[in-house]
Nanobody
Framework: QVQLVESGGGLVQPGGSLRLSCAAS????????MSWFRQAPGKEREGVSC????????DYEDSVKGRFTMSRDNARGTVYLQMNSLKPEDTAVYYC????????????????????WGQGTQVTVSS
């Protein structure tokens, strides 16, 4: 049984930082493309970043480039999202997702290509 469990969310002031973690079980992390998504109230879920299993590269959504850094520790089965210079518009529920080892497409920030999801962690940026 695959489980993805996010942690690290919370309330932070604008300009602050948070580090999200996603603990994965039931999958071999090094066999999977992993992504972070977020969903703000009244908005569609959007892909924040995708880390490729093949070359380790990460693709970021434009609004977070230079501020967010995604990484993974395959040995620990954990994926991270370091978020710096946070803005109020970053407020959302953040989700960790895995495409599935059988997925033959590329590392895409498209929600329908993901088969496994965490429960989400709330990030609120406010003064």
């Amino acid at each position: 049984q695959v489980q993805l469990v996010e942690s690290g969310g919370g309330l932070v002031q604008p300009g602050g930082s948070l580090r999200l973690s996603c603990a994965a079980s039931g999958i071999f992390l090094n066999s999977d493309n992993m992504s972070w998504f977020r969903q703000a109230p009244g908005k569609e879920r959007e892909g924040v970043s995708c880390n490729s299993r093949s070359d380790g590269r990460t693709d970021y959504e434009d609004s977070v480039k230079g501020r967010f850094t995604m990484s993974r520790d395959n040995a620990r089965g954990t994926v991270y999202l370091q978020m710096n210079s946070l803005k109020p518009e970053d407020t959302a529920v953040y989700y960790c997702a895995a495409q599935g080892a059988w997925y033959s497409g590329g590392c895409l920030r498209i929600a329908k290509t993901y088969n496994f999801w965490g429960q989400g962690t709330q990030v609120t940026v406010s003064s």
